[in-house]
């Protein structure tokens, strides 16, 4: 119930991703990009503002509810922030 709602919603559907992924590579990516988009966004700058600056462990989430947290919303996190994707070197 203290976790950010949109990286609840985020993880899950990462989770669920993975099981089909065809290649770790894949999923790799997934989690990449996901993060990019993390850092450009709200969540994870407020909890660490809750928990490590101010300590007052009252985070403000936005949204504050797992309703909402719209699929589209998780769809582009998960397109990234255009940043150039990893390359996994082979051998």
Known sequence: LSASPTS???TCRLLKLA???????DELI???RAACSLLAGHDLYEGIR??????DKNPRWAP???AGV????IDALLRGT??????FATG
């Open 82 to 87: 255009g940043d150039s994707d990893p390359v």
């Open 70 to 73: 719209d699929d589209d919303f």
């Open 30 to 32: 997934n989690e990449y």
């Open 8 to 10: 609840l919603k985020l």
């Open 50 to 55: 809750a928990a490590i600056i101010d300590r």
């Open 64 to 66: 504050a509810t797992l």
């Open 19 to 25: 099981h089909r992924a065809a290649r770790l590579e």
